[in-house]
């Protein structure tokens, strides 16, 4: 079964530029996580999708980001315009339910520097 | 709010010595609770996980009880290996909705 798939696994931008990442989630996974990661912390949701529909963006910085899920597969998240602290690793991960309640499997994640 | 507090890293110990990586939450309910694991350049992968009060999570050699008097999850492993070393991270979820993490405990295990 194939992972978790992002890209790009890296990507350098100066502060006020515009940056997009994406995700392929777990074939048949209806729900799908961005995290953002700073450097020395733990992951934060920035949003849910629940197949296409949004379930929690509640930390999502609105004003300059953003994310869709077309079709509730591939999803999209874009930054516009970046500032010097969204240097992050984002992550992607998506869920299916398990005994127990469901697990989510995270991708390789985006590393974003800005300048 | 929910939250999970971990304790400080680095760790650092010797192969084959004995493994305790404290961490307590904070939530209301009954939270399911997750201990992730991150190796170098690589994503997130689930270590083990308990649903419920006194649970036991298991894998690789690595244990964690579910102690809901003490709202802890502390991670044990009786005998660490160099490959052990990575970045470990306690998390809760509640309902299967987000996770929320703690900041993660860098383990360094030398041979």
């Known amino acids: 079964e194939a992972g978790v798939a992002q890209s790009p696994r890296y990507k350098i931008i100066e502060k006020r530029q515009s940056v997009a990442f994406w995700c392929n989630p777990i074939s048949g996974h209806a729900t799908l996580y961005w995290y953002q990661q700073i450097l020395g912390q733990g992951p934060k949701l920035l949003i849910q999708?629940?197949?296409?529909?949004?379930?929690?963006d509640s930390q999502l910085p609105k004003d300059r980001f953003s994310a869709e899920r077309l079709k509730g597969v591939d999803s999209t998240l874009k930054i516009q315009p970046a500032k010097l602290e969204d240097s992050a690793v984002y992550l992607c991960a998506s869920s299916s339910l398990g005994t127990g309640g469901p697990i989510q499997y995270f991708g390789a994640g985006t590393r974003l520097s800005v300048l | 709010g929910n939250s999970v507090t971990q304790m400080e890293g680095p760790v650092t110990l010797s192969e084959e010595a004995f493994l305790t990586i404290n961490c307590t939450y904070t939530a209301t309910g009954y939270p399911s609770l997750f201990w992730y694991v991150q190796y170098p350049g690589e994503g997130l992968q689930l270590l083990l996980k308990a649903t419920k009060a006194d649970d036991k999570g298991s894998n690789k050699g690595f244990e964690a009880t579910y102690r809901k008097e003490t709202t802890s999850f502390h991670l044990e492993k009786g005998s660490v290996q160099v490959s052990d070393s990575a970045v470990y991270f306690c998390?809760?979820?509640?309902?299967?909705?987000?996770?929320?993490f703690g900041a993660g405990t860098i383990l360094r295990v030398k041979s």
């Open positions: 999708f629940q197949n296409n529909g949004v379930v929690d």
């Open positions: 998390a809760l979820s509640r309902y299967g909705n987000k996770l929320v």
